[in-house]
């Protein structure tokens, strides 16, 4: 069964700071890894997405790692601001023919404090 | 990036009506799209794929008779929340599939908040 779990489900930091989010996964075939961030009653955004190939990519603060081997990614926030207060969901994508199926983790909610 | 939208964010209704929910792809045609539940502090659960053209693709556990899905054109997509219960009070999220360089993407919606009374 495709699963994915992320770490911590919760987390609280002062603004300015640095965090760091889990996710491992058992998700087969893999075909990506997207990070998305999803404010409190809105939509998920996609914040990175990572193939099988790919072991970083950033965008602005948020750099994302994938370990291809180990089945683990992780998304790291520098310099935290208020704004990035949300929940944060690793979603992992298998190829199925021409489509793909996705697993949802259930998220970290990150707040960040003055 | 594409743009998806939902139509009403927020409904409140009584139990035994029902309700539509409206899912829009504003700058894109999409042949595929998606429906979710997700339930506070939960992650988002697949209820559906909407064809455009064809019959709804259920989730097991989800009742097709009650979640009613119509994907009549390549930009919209309902789904009827019929004789809602308090039960169904939960936050509805739509998506659009899009293929871009051979990998293809969901774009969520901002999702409709649902509150049975």
């Known amino acids: 069964k495709n699963q994915v779990e992320q770490s911590p489900q919760s987390l609280i930091i002062l603004e300015g700071k640095n965090c760091t989010l889990q996710?491992?996964?058992?998700?087969?075939?893999?075909?990506?890894l997207r990070w998305y961030k999803q404010d409190t009653g809105r939509g998920p955004v996609s914040l990175t997405i990572m193939t099988f190939s790919e072991n970083t990519k950033s965008n602005g603060r948020y750099t994302a790692t994938l370990d291809a081997d180990t089945k683990q990614s992780s998304l790291h926030i520098t310099a935290s601001q208020l704004s990035d207060s949300a929940s944060y969901i690793c979603?992992?994508?298998?190829?199925?023919?021409?489509?793909?199926?996705?697993?949802f983790g259930t998220g970290t909610r990150l707040q960040v404090t003055l | 990036g594409a743009v998806v939208s939902q139509h009403p964010s927020r409904v409140i209704c009584k139990s035994g009506t029902s309700v539509k929910i409206e899912c829009r792809s504003l700058?894109?045609?999409?042949?595929?799209m998606f429906w979710y539940r997700q339930f506070p502090k939960q992650s988002l659960m697949l209820m559906a794929t909407?064809?455009?053209?064809?019959?709804?693709?259920?989730e097991q556990g989800v009742e097709k008779d009650k979640f009613l899905i119509n994907h009549a054109s390549l930009t919209l997509s309902t789904l009827t929340v019929t004789s809602a219960h308090p039960e169904d009070s939960s936050f509805y999220i739509c998506?659009?599939?899009?293929?871009?360089?051979?990998?293809?993407?969901?774009?969520f919606g901002p999702g409709t908040r649902l509150t049975v009374l």
């Open positions: 996710c491992n996964y058992t998700v087969s075939p893999f075909s990506n």
């Open positions: 979603v992992v994508s298998a190829r199925t023919g021409t489509a793909s199926k996705l697993t």
């Open positions: 909407s064809n455009e053209g064809s019959k709804a693709t259920y």
């Open positions: 998506s659009a599939r899009v293929y871009l360089t051979g990998t293809d993407t969901q774009y």
């Open positions: 700058d894109f045609q999409a042949t595929t």
